[in-house]
């Protein structure tokens, strides 16, 4: 079983479809191990992203992921980080594939809908960022 981070980020918690990509990842095959709903203050994400810092789409990244609440998932299954990125589609929602939750749910690159971990390392550094070992189940 593997881990990843799931975030359901402020434009799809606005849309209130919190609950269709829940759905949509457990209809995928993952359990839901953590959720949280958060406010993140601009050094929070600022922290999350901190890779991102310096380029030109950071500044944006940031205020949007702080202009309202985002929704933090521990996503569990086999293969859970290439099987959530799949699920998501391209970052870009217009090179999404169809059916995919950036595709349904993405206004923009920025806008994207959903955050997923990239690579193992990535999955236990987020993981840890935003969930401590009793959030986990
Ligand atoms: P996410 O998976 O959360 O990881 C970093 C985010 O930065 C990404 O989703 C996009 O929302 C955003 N991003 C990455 N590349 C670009 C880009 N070229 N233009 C605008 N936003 C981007």
Redesign the pocket.
Known sequence: MERTLG?I?PNAVRKNVTGKILAMWEDAGFRIAGLKKVQLTKAAAGGF?KE?EG???YE??VN??TSGPVVLVALERENAIAENRRL?GA??PEKADAGTIRKVYGD?????S???S?SPESAARELGYFFNVFETL
């Open positions: 975030i980020k992203y991102h380029k030109f789409f944006e990244l949007f992921m998501m970052t870009n923009s690159y920025t806008e994207n959903v955050h997923g990239d």
